[in-house]
């Protein structure tokens, strides 16, 4: 039995063959969203091409949904690969983080902020 979170999914909203979506339990914005590949694999780099296709494919899919649904301004998309670079759990999945005018006091540098020194430049 796999302890896994993401290995046995609940509330999926979208899905293709090689992964699915579904809505972040602890969001950093309204709509945000994880497409998850539906082979356990820890990162990003073990996918096969046609499960990060796949992945794509349904990120892709998603925006279009959160589009229709909140309308937001713009969009933040990550990976997090390894404890280093802050995932939680190893099981590959993309941040689909849809973003709001006026969310954040500064939104320059996006992703960077991951690294709080590196955000402005």
Not at 76 to 88: F, K, L, S, Y
Request: proline fraction near 6%; aromatic fraction near 8%.
């Amino acid at each position: 039995m796999c302890d896994c979170p993401f290995c046995d999914p609940d509330e999926i909203v979208l899905e293709n063959s090689l992964a699915y979506a579904k809505y972040d339990l602890y969001p950093v914005s309204l709509g945000h969203m994880l497409i998850i590949s539906k082979r356990h694999a820890s990162s990003w780099f073990d996918l096969t091409l046609e499960e990060q296709s796949a992945v794509v494919a349904l990120a892709d899919a998603a925006k279009e949904m959160l589009d229709q649904k909140y309308s937001p301004d713009g969009y933040n998309v990550g990976i997090n690969c390894g404890v280093a670079a802050g995932q939680t759990v190893m099981h590959v999945h993309l941040h689909l983080i849809p973003r709001y005018t006026g969310d954040v006091p500064n939104p320059r540098g996006g992703i960077r902020a991951v690294i709080a020194a590196k955000q402005s430049y």
